[in-house]
């Protein structure tokens, strides 16, 4: 369970992604904060249903963003993002059923995000921007 921290090697230089990106790292952190400050259940599902909505949300626009520009990794990015999905999907779903899988959430979302920014989102921008 951690809270992330911005920094500027994150940034894409695609500021509307940047702003997403920015947005996804504010849910996890309140979601980090709402589990050690004793939230309710109820509280915890509001703050994971925006997390999770928001970032498929992204998800989606990305992949709008990369389809304009025929970026060729389309295909594998769509993927990544996909196979992300199930794992927070079945978060979510053990949640329903009652496990407390927030902690779990804010580990994946933490281990996955910046790797996934770092490694992955960084290859389209050429495309994207043109440069
Ligand atoms: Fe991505």
Do not use: C
Not at 6 to 21: C, M, S
Not at 53 to 70: G, I, P, Q, R, W
Not at 90 to 112: G, K, Q, S, Y
């Amino acid at each position: 369970m951690k809270k992330l921290i911005w920094t500027d090697n994150l940034d894409t230089g695609i500021q509307v992604i940047d702003r997403q990106h920015g947005r996804i790292v504010d849910y996890i952190n309140r979601l980090y904060d709402a589990q050690t400050g004793g939230a309710s259940k109820d509280e915890l599902r509001m703050i994971i249903d925006e997390l999770v909505d928001y970032t498929f949300t992204h998800f989606a626009f990305e992949e709008t963003m990369m389809e304009d520009v025929d970026y060729p990794l389309l295909n594998a990015h769509k993927e990544m993002h996909g196979e992300f999905a199930r794992q927070v999907n079945e978060l979510r779903r053990r949640f329903e059923n009652h496990e407390d899988t927030a902690v779990e959430l804010n580990n994946l979302m933490v281990t996955w995000l910046f790797n996934h920014i770092l490694n992955e989102d960084v290859r389209y921008v050429k495309a994207v921007l043109g440069r």
